[in-house]
């Protein structure tokens, strides 16, 4: 069993409690990145990627009070808030283990931002998939960048970044970008190219590939694609049974779609 | 990469909250053309194609801060509000990305009357389709007004306008017409007659042709018909692959109507 | 183009605003005929047949600011609120063309009630279909009388009304009973046994036969029976295609029902 | 046509008004007889019965004002609330036409309560039914008792009433046993073995039977049996038809439960 | 006919009312076990059965006044609160008899939890079911422990309870241990490998078999594994005769779940 984490300080931001397990400074620049459970969950398995190799240490939870049902969240027994936020050195990483819930994206998105503001986070930045039907056919996915603010736009030139030529954004990110300059930040979304319904470990990957350019430090992305090479296998399989079946059925699988979607 | 858009100055009506990027007057007589995605996405089509053709300036934006979730346009890497508007001469032209949410309509309605009350605008002219059954079997598609206040009137009457005979017309425009009078406006809008379900760039370019009548400014309408015969061609190829499936289900395509209306 | 409606007068009950066109005042005994869209649709084909039989002026309207989406009735290009008061004589007709929806029918109801008090409305009288699965055996459908007040009961022993022995009546006319002592209004009800999904034109002439004889005022249902023929023939033709239909697949109309329904 | 309901006086308790048509007194002891329309609808059934059978007057009705859509329920032409309460001697028996609406529940039952207390009832009793699938194979419904008070107790000891041994109990009545005791009064409810979904004048008889016992008066059962029987005979045809109907499907009946309850 | 209970003591804790129908006093260490309705049915199983060995007294109970519809539990004739408290020596034992409405979770919880504090109960130990896909082929069914508090976390240690490693946990025990220190409670949830959709006794008896370790006190499963085997034989049956149904469908079971998954 491992040591309880024990709140030093909290501090209530429009309903959102945030909650820290131990005094810490950032040195500039600093770093906020952030992912939630999203298409492809690229923001999910990205963050929890950098959790495991890069082995920072959780300094904080945030506690939504308002949500319904209550969700704790438990390892090794101990109880943990359903978002959680972690540090190494000048970076800070906050990642939810739950979907953020309609009526708290826009009180959740505030707290966060003005808790960077507070902290002296200087980039905030979004890791999230964006759901592609090309997706399929393309060797590697692409990744995008959106971003919010003249060091960020400066940081996307030096590293070569792509930027997200026209599109819609929802959830959080919006808010991050709409209202960086009102909280004094630099926010950088990073899209990957992932599959819509499908956990999406290669999405995530390019993702984090990014990421380790503009944060400037090596992060291996071999277990990602590891474990993408698993689902590829596991859907190729999926894929031949269901064909199997629909060709028991008397009518060639290939027949089908058209009345499918009538 | 562009320019970003730097908020000079904003302005909060009603819980909505308009954006400017710059400084600017309009001169007499003045208009705002406005278009939202609405039946055959008439209103979008139209104003965008407006944009491309008379390249106006973006010169504010209208932030809906009650938005959930909260939704970001990018374009070229950087955000954009859901409603942008531009400015040409003595002529805004403001232009919905996204459906306005039905608790929404009404304080966005009041919020960008009031707004026109403030810069001055004369004429508030909205594009808009009316989903037609009959739009299939018509050369070309009609157009009709409706309209509020005494020079709206004469303008329809020296520009040779069909007033819509009887009718019903929901959302914004529907208050455009309604409170004209109040914000000491003339309201206008154009219907075309228009696919209830599909983009109909045709019924598009009959609006615009008339609103380039009313503007007295020539605005050429080929792209709106090249895009229309695009889509022309492949419905039809969509209807004739339809055909083709139901054969091959051992019913002819004629007979299935009876049943599947039961 | 017909000339505008100006608003010389705006009265604001409970939320619900009632616009007048012009001054007009009534002499006693006075009426508020009343429909609304309804079983068989017989509130609305009954006020539009008065209306257009009778001519009466147009000379007030009814504005609901809450109506979500906010809808505008279009005629001749102008517009018209959902609900229209008309005037001829010493009768008031008001029609509307939407079905009120839930949250509005209590405050839309108290301020016709509140309305008629003002403007001297002696008797308050509503017209509506009762759907009833025995209709379509009948050769003439029944009208019931309900009331409240003792001239409405001497008006229907004169008029030799048939009363509604019993039932449930739902929406504003419930209230128009419920209410009419507080508001020191007589009421009566005319209940048209009707289709229950089918626009019925019979039924609305029933209606407005009975409205006939209490107003002691010739009006002419001779258009309402046509419409109710040419709607019989219809029916008739769906009824003959469908049975055609049905023959198709295999087994015999008559032997569905037990199964449909099971 | 029969003499109207005037008002003489009106009570408004938490947002239900109680309206008075004469002035009354009870003497003790007194009961109030409650009945909704509820499984099987042994509550309505059962109050209506009571009303044909002893014939008590009319003497308040209760009226509320929240209820959406607006109820009129109409006898002869006139209005009467959707709940009515009628007397004869020292008993009070109130019936409602209509299901309360959940939002309505708690208001309604307290104002009950409420009014009981201020007409110095000494007895609520409720007549219900229990839904239950033993129900069809009883030659007849058991009869239970749920009460609350050291008199309730005493009187169904007397007249040997079996106790509702374990269960659960939704609605008005759950507050008439929870709150007897802080307005001061004697609550028994009883609770007829009932068909979940059928009218059930069986039912309604023994709780009607039972209810006589403890009131100590004589009430005839004829009529509600005779309409239990005439129920069972449709219900048998019934049956058989679907039976019929089954077999000419090709299946047999008995062989169907299995797949359709898949 | 049992003795009636009498609230002589009535706390209102948040909208919330624990009524108590005795005065006692608990000894350290106290505890207050605590079962819901949940998955399997592990909660409420439990509970029942600690009373059903132990004989506790029932000595308050608590009454959700804003419940809507209005619940009451009759037992022996007599009104019991939902949710009832019992207690023998220097325990509590609170059972639920109905799943707590979502908007009701909350002010539970946080009234469960201030009462505790109120009456000097040191360990509040909830007893719930994981829905578990591996449940059926498990002999026995595992049981694991999340706590929160140094002497809860001493007492797994010496009891060797298995903790549960990683997981979500959600309802009134995601607050009761979210909250515990603020209470000044230690808090422990058993939590029982369970059928997600089937009352599991077995699951229920492993609770209760850690519970009685961490109590110190002897309770015997006997019981709960008679009606283990019980529910699996029966299960077994419906399994055979829905086989032999789908047989009869003239296709093998095996063939089915392609298609049933289409």
Chains 1, 2, 3, 4, 5 share one sequence.
Do not use: W
């Not at 300080?9 to 820290?20: K, S, Y």
């Not at 999203?38 to 990205?46: E, R, T």
Request: net charge negative; glycine share 6%.
């Amino acid at each position: 069993m491992v040591k309880s984490l024990n709140i030093i300080r909290e501090e209530e931001i429009g309903g959102i409690l945030i909650q820290e397990y131990e005094e810490f400074k950032l040195e500039s620049p600093s770093f906020l990145i952030v992912g939630f459970p999203d298409a492809g969950l690229v923001g999910g398995i990205s963050l929890n990627h950098l959790i495991r190799e890069l082995n920072p240490k959780e300094i904080a939870g945030i506690d939504i009070p308002r949500l319904n049902p209550p969700i704790a969240i438990i390892r090794k027994g101990e109880y943990h808030p359903p978002i959680r936020i972690f540090k190494k050195d000048n970076i800070l990483f906050l990642v939810s283990e739950i979907p953020i819930p309609a009526n708290t994206v826009q009180p959740l998105s505030y707290a966060i931002l003005e808790y960077c503001m507070r902290r002296r986070v200087d980039y905030v930045i979004g890791l999230t998939g964006i759901g592609s039907t090309e997706r399929l056919n393309k060797e590697k996915p692409d990744v995008f960048i959106a971003y919010e603010g003249d060091q960020a736009k400066r940081m996307i030139l030096i590293n070569e970044g792509k930027v997200f030529d026209e599109g819609m954004l929802m959830g959080p990110f919006a808010i991050f970008l709409k209202e960086a300059k009102r909280f004094n930040l630099q926010s950088l979304i990073i899209l990957a190219e992932s599959f819509p319904d499908l956990p999406d470990p290669e999405a995530a990957s390019v993702a984090v590939e990014y990421l380790s350019k503009i944060l400037s430090i090596k992060i291996s992305i071999d277990k990602l694609l590891e474990e993408a090479e698993y689902i590829r296998l596991r859907t190729k399989e999926i894929m031949k049974q269901t064909a199997k079946v629909m060709g028991q059925m008397g009518r060639s699988a290939e027949a089908q779609p058209g009345i499918l979607y009538t």
